[in-house]
């Protein structure tokens, strides 16, 4: 079981990125996925949850209106568009798959690190 | 929106005694719905305890959790060198998570 997380890097104030979540190992189609992150020397922060299917997404407060999550089952991958990015937005964005039964995330990917600067 | 919080902010343990973290809900929460994680520097956080009680895959039988309503505890019963980190608490309700500022555990 296994997720690996992509694009993350260096952008400006106000700009755009488009993180992805490589999967293998278990059966995606079957499970709600999550993104979390972590600013520098902080703690974790819930970004946002997408159903198995796509069809039910949830944001932080902190995402609304700017991040959008999606999934493509038949290549096993998450994404998590970023847009009008600020300073704040700063951090490690991990993929993090959640258990069956309950809610709790029992798979995370390594991060990928954002940095937001002028 | 309910909030979580840890206690202590840090906690000055000796290897193999017992450390005992709070996690305390602005309100009442359900059981099924709580968990720890570990989290050690560099790396992403590990699943604990999930259902307040419940062992993750793996997870040593010295990570016992307990509690229920809006005060539960993570014990380790035996410190071993590998435990010193940060641990959080996590809630999920209605469409959000939340988690917990973290604790973190240090070799006293």
């Known amino acids: 079981v296994q997720v690996v997380e992509s694009g993350g890097g260096f952008v400006q104030p106000g700009g755009s990125l488009r993180l992805s979540c490589t999967t293998s190992?278990?059966?995606?189609?079957?499970?709600?996925m999550n993104w979390v992150r972590q600013a520098p020397g902080k703690g974790l922060e819930w970004v946002s949850y997408?159903?198995?299917?796509?069809?039910?997404?949830y944001y932080a407060e902190s995402a609304k209106g700017r991040f959008t999550t999606s999934r493509d089952n038949d290549k096993r991958s998450l994404f998590l568009q970023l847009s009008s990015l600020k300073v704040e937005d700063t951090s490690v964005y991990y993929c993090a798959r959640r258990l069956p039964a309950g809610a709790a995330f029992d798979t995370w990917g390594q991060g990928t690190l954002v940095t937001v600067s002028s | 929106e309910i909030v979580l919080t840890q206690s202590p902010g840090t906690l000055s343990v000796s290897p193999g005694e017992r450390a005992t973290l709070s996690c305390r809900a602005s309100q009442s929460i359900r059981s099924d719905y709580l968990a720890w994680y570990q989290q050690k520097p560099g790396q992403a956080p590990r699943l604990l305890i999930h259902g307040a009680s419940s062992r993750a895959t793996g997870i040593p039988d010295r990570f016992s959790g307990s509690g229920s309503g809006t005060d539960f505890t993570l014990t380790i019963s035996r410190l071993e060198p590998e435990d010193f980190a940060v641990y959080y608490c996590?809630?999920?309700?209605?469409?959000?998570?939340?988690f917990g500022q973290g604790t973190k555990l240090e070799i006293k």
């Open positions: 996590q809630h999920y309700g209605i469409s959000f998570y939340t």
């Open positions: 997408i159903s198995s299917s796509g069809n039910t997404i």
């Open positions: 190992g278990f059966t995606f189609s079957n499970y709600e």
